[in-house]
Structures are given as C-alpha cells and as structure tokens.
C-alpha cells in the first residue's frame, strides 16, 4: 500500500510539472515550486527557495544515517548523527563546534532545543530522553514512567521529543497508540497521555465491532490509531504534529486540550518532519522530499522539492528525515540517505509573500496591499494574494473591493461576508424605491385582474384563438399548470382523455435540461459548486440523456412485467409533468441564491428540498395513478426499478472496461508487432 501511494504521488507531481500553465519566471531549479489556489489545486508559481549550500560533514565528521536536526538561535546546527550514536554541533559553512553525547547515546533519533538553551535528545536503543547543556554536558535522563497509568503493556521507545516553557516533555515512542507521553521535566512525573490519532470509523469498522469479540477486536490492525510520525512546539505552547497512514489527520496543530486548530487541504501522505517559522508559517517535510509551507491558519503558500532519480540533484531527496528553519526563514533539510543537508534560502518572490503576510496579521492592512498587488502583478495565479488583499479590503470597510478579490480567490466564506455589507449599503440607499416598485406591481396586477373580470379582453381573446386555430400543442404545454393543485386528475385526463403528448413533454424536458444547465453554472458563486470558467456542457447533457433514458426506461420495464396498465407515451409523459413544481419555482431558487449569502443558505435549502420532495410525491403518484397499482405496490415498483437501474449501471461499467482492455489489447500487438518488424 505504502508503495502504491508512493507511486501515485509521483505521477500526481510528473502531471503537475506537465500541465501546468501558470507563465512565471522560474530560476534555473532542479524542480518547480507550485501553490494552491482557491479550488485546492496545484498551480505553478516563481520558485520561492533556492539551495543556498549543501552540507555532507562538520570538517571530518560526516553523518551517518542522521535522522534529526535543530538550529539555535545563534545559527549552530544541532544533528542526531544517528548512525554514529552523537550528536555533532557545526555551522552553516559546515565547520565543527563540537560532538558529545558519544558515551550515553546509542541510536538518537530526535532532538530538540528548549527555551532554556537545553538540548533534548530521544535515544531509540536505550530507550531513554537525555538533557544536555548546548556545550554537551549531560544533566538528566528520562526512562520509562514507572506509574501504573502509562500502562504494563505501552512501549516507551523514544523516536522524537519536545519541550515546552513548563518543562513538559512530549515524547512520541513507536509503537504506542495512546497518544503523545507527557512527562514533566523537574520532576519526572508522568502525566498523561496527549492527543492520540483517532480511529477512522469506517462502515467494516462498524459491522466488526458489531460481531466480533473482544479477542478478535484487539487482533485487528486496521482499528489502532497510528502513532505520530514528529513533533513540535512554538513559542505560545502549541503543538504541532505530523502523522503517516490512511484517513488521518497527517497535520496537527493542538491547543491545550489536544484539539486540532488548523485543517489543510493540500497535505502529504507521508510527513516525517515540522517546523514553524517566523512568521508562525508552518513547514512540513515529507519523506519523498517535498517541502510544504502553509500560512499558521493552514493555507498552502509553497511546495517545492522532490524526489532525486539518482542524479544527485540540488533541491531533491532521496529520503527526507528533518527539516529546520532559522530565524531568516533559511530550511535547513536533512537527507537520511545522502547523509546530506541542504539549505534553502527565501527567494524576493518569497520575501515578498512573506511581507504582505507579515504585514496583514501585523494590523497593518493599508500597508499590506501593495505588496499583495505585486505579487499579483507577478503572478496572477497566486490566489493566496487575493485573499490576503481581499481580507485587507474588507478590514478597511472597502467592501465592493474585497468582493472583487475574494471572487478571484475563490474564497465564498469571505465574499458571502463582503457582499452582506454591500448589500446593507444598498438596502439603506434604495429600500423606500424597492417598497413603491412592489406596491406598484401589486397595483398594476390588481387592475389589470379588476378589467379582465369586467371585460373579459383575454378571455375573447382565448376563445377567438381556440375556435380559430388548432392549439392542441398549447393547451397540452400548459396543462401541466394543473399539476400543482390538481395532479390526480391531470394524470387521468393524460391516461383516458387523450391531454398531453409525447410533443408537449418533449418540450418540458427541453425546458428540464435547460434548468438543470442554468442551475448548474448560474447559481450564485456563495452556493455554486462549478468552478469559475470551468464548462462540461457536452459531458452534461450526455448525463442528461442517459439518466432520464435510464429513470424512464427502467421503470417502464418493471410496470410492463409487473401489470402495469400505462403506456410508454403515458409514463414518459407523467414522469416529465411530475416536475411541475421544478418548472415553476426552481427559476426562483436560481435568481435568489445570486442575492442571498452564507446566513441565509438555510432558505436556499429549504426552498430545493421542498421542490424535490414535492417532485418525488408526484413522482410516485405518477406511479400509482398511471399503473393503477395500491400503495404497497407503488412501493415495490420503485424498489424494483430502483434495483433495475443499479444493475444496468454495473453492465454499461463492465462494457466499458471490457472495451477498453480490448482496446489496451489491440494496441499492444500493433506496438509488437512494429517492434518485430523495426528490428527484423
């Protein structure tokens, strides 16, 4: 499984390098640097970090295997030279401070740097936490809580390690599902365990612990949550985590109370290392060698790196073990297999991102929007740049602006906020004229009804064009107005009274397709969920086709072979007129929902769910009425087509893969037989 994921990462990256169509100026990388827009795809951007220099020893020492690093404040490099048992203290330039820890340590495979300028250190062999000065002396070590809540049976064998201004100590041990391990420094007290992984319930997770035992349960690998993968802590005391496996949260970012804060919609399967920067921007390192930087609320800003194809590349892995970032924004990246560090350094596009960020979550809003623009005006695909300007906009009450931003953004939540304000505005500026325009129409209706019921021009009218012209058509088209109050009736005089016609519903279908097209690409940006410039009309109405195909066919199938007295014309015509009330109010619901926003979605849903289920009743009166079947029988039709329906779906499925492997066979004897003839 893990290599299969492996495999459809890389081919998501080789697309991404090949369709993308983002025209940026790109430094001369050994990869591309892309960010996410406001849809949650990839999108090419200007690379963001460049290698500054490599690393492979500190003067003679090299890395063997080195799993972990950490920078200080002043610079120094701090790596968990695993295979080598030590920790080695170099600078950037790759010159030697100094080693220890060559005595007690045996396999390290974390380290981290505390507030009070001590170097934590996770010792997998020994299966111990050791504390050292920045020079290297030893202080303490941690083993094994001896109290009986961390359980006979939980493993404590350290991987990574992490402090916070109490002296608290979070420690991930492999192996231990229970969460976290809480020890207090001072005092070597266990406190508890802190935020576990949650279980993915799925619906075999429910039928197993329906029926299996308690000995069965706890044999099944699949139900224990996944232990996490590295650990962090910022400055205010929050943590960050990463974690590897399916259906988990792979980036954490806890309170307190273990409550994750931050939700990310681009992130990797496979973590191995996190970091916050200066500005509480949040780097991830993966084992495949990409670099994520999202903003500290979860937006990507950049992805960059990638795996090396042997090639020895700069700015590729082999197998990325730790990332660490200084107080310049610099990554320092750790590669376990080259035994490498590399060290990448913001580029101006990135600075410039990184001013307009700093600048907006500084307060400083007026200030952040020229930066914003720039970097639009560099790329105009960034959508984060939209964002950060539409927030800026309507932070400083400029709300037709920020509807504009956050429209290029893609951003509802924002624009539904900006359009309530320039709603209000407009409300309070022409609420009196709206008032007298809809007493007028009412007035204007009143009258017109006062002069038809006294003249009777329409009426004259009506009569005049009946007793003149044949308008059979006509009078079958509007015959599904009575539908609304009266759809028993309308279904007899379809069946026995010869109304309505195959034309006449072949003309509300049309009308059908037209609605179900303009619902699609005209419902207000707050509630739409097709992309913007994004059309599938062709695709559309081949699905059109086919699923009213499908519907009607199906169930005329099922009502012919189960006595059903309707004929085709009949059920196609009542299934077509069922949809009377999305004919006349579902107009409505389309105009309003390009008016309404977020705190009124409860009305737009209201509103659809009463016109289907509406549809869905004259639906089954349909059934009823035309077949003249009983209730329960009603029922077990629409079971029955229902279940016709699943299984001509599954062959039209089968057809189609046995099609396309018949044409994958054809294709590889013509390649064959090119090759032979090529080389014969």
Do not use: C
């Amino acid at each position: 499984m893990k290599m299969i994921k492996r495999i459809s990462l890389a081919l998501l990256t080789i697309t991404l390098l090949l369709t993308s169509t983002a025209q940026v100026v790109e430094a001369n990388t050994a990869y591309r640097t892309f960010t996410e827009d406001g849809y949650g795809r990839y999108v090419e951007t200007q690379t963001a970090y460049t290698v500054r220099n490599t690393i492979v020893k500190f003067d003679d020492e090299l890395f063997s295997q080195a799993e972990d690093l950490k920078v200080g404040a002043d610079g120094l490099i701090y790596v968990a030279d695993t295979g080598n048992g030590r920790i080695l203290v170099g600078d950037r330039s790759g010159n030697l401070e100094r080693i220890f820890g060559e005595e007690e340590l045996s396999r390290p495979t974390g380290i981290f740097l505390s507030h009070d300028d001590k170097v934590y250190v996770a010792d997998e062999s020994n299966a111990k936490i050791y504390v050292y000065t920045l020079e290297g002396e030893l202080l303490q070590e941690f083993g094994r809580p001896e109290s009986i809540l961390f359980g006979e049976t939980a493993n404590f064998i350290p991987l990574k390690v992490a402090v916070d201004q109490r002296d608290n100590i979070y420690i991930i041990s492999q192996g231990n599902s229970n969460g976290i391990i809480q020890i207090n420094a001072n005092t070597g007290q266990f406190l508890g365990y802190y935020a576990p992984n949650q279980t993915a319930v799925t619906p075999m997770t429910v039928f197993r612990k329906a029926i299996f035992t308690d000995e069965q349960l706890s044999r099944m690998i699949d139900i224990v949550p996944p232990t996490s993968t590295n650990i962090n802590i910022d400055e205010k005391g929050l943590v960050y985590s990463v974690s590897q496996g399916e259906r988990v949260e792979a980036i954490r970012k806890l309170n307190v109370a273990g409550q994750n804060i931050i939700e990310t919609q681009v992130a990797d399967e496979f973590p191995a290392s996190i970091e916050i920067g200066s500005l509480e921007n949040v780097y991830v390192g993966s084992e495949d060698g990409f670099i994520y930087e999202y903003t500290s609320e979860g937006n990507l800003l950049f992805v960059f790196g990638g795996q090396d194809d042997g090639r020895q590349r700069i700015g590729l892995f082999r197998k990325l073990s730790a990332i660490a970032v200084d107080s310049n924004d610099q990554i320092y990246a750790l590669d376990q297999d080259r035994n490498q560090i590399q060290i990448f350094r913001p580029t101006e596009f990135a600075n410039l991102v990184h001013t307009s960020l700093e600048l907006y979550q500084n307060g400083d809003y007026e200030a952040s929007k020229e930066p914003w623009e720039e970097v639009i005006r560099l790329n105009s695909l960034f959508d984060f740049a939209y964002l950060g300007l539409g927030e800026a906009f309507f932070k400083e009450e400029e709300y037709n602006e920020a509807l504009d931003a956050f429209r290029q953004a893609k951003y509802q939540e924002g624009y539904s906020d900006a359009y309530w304000e320039v709603r209000n505005v407009w409300m309070r500026e022409n609420v009196m004229t709206l008032i007298f325009v809809i007493i007028g129409i009412y007035v204007l209706f009143k009258i017109l009804g006062f002069v038809e019921s006294r003249k009777g021009y329409w009426k004259r009218l009506s009569d005049h064009l009946q007793s003149r012209y044949r308008l059979k058509f006509f009078k079958d088209v509007f015959l599904i107005k009575n539908m609304i109050r009266h759809p028993i009736d309308t279904y007899y005089s379809i069946q026995y009274e010869k109304k309505g016609s195959m034309w006449s519903a072949s003309f509300w279908l049309f009308i059908l397709y037209l609605l179900f097209i303009i619902d699609k690409y005209f419902t207000g940006f707050i509630f739409s969920y097709v992309r913007d410039g994004e059309y599938t009309l062709a695709m559309d109405t081949a699905m059109f086709v086919a699923v009213v195909a499908l519907v009607i066919g199906s169930n005329y199938l099922i009502t012919t072979i189960n006595d059903g007295e309707g004929k085709f014309n009949h059920v196609f015509t009542g299934f077509i007129y069922a949809f009377a009330p999305y004919f006349v109010f579902k107009p409505f619901t389309i105009l309003i929902s390009n008016f309404l926003t977020l705190n009124e979605a409860y009305l737009l849903s209201l509103a659809n769910v009463i016109i289907y289920t509406w549809v869905g009743v004259l639906i089954f009166v349909m059934i009823k009425e035309i077949n003249d079947y009983t209730i329960r029988e009603t029922i077990k039709i629409i079971f029955l087509t229902l279940f016709m329906i699943l299984i001509a779906v599954l062959f039209i499925f089968i057809v189609y893969i046995l099609i396309i492997q018949m044409f994958q066979f054809i294709v590889a004897v013509f390649n064959e037989g090119v090759y032979r003839i090529e080389n014969s």
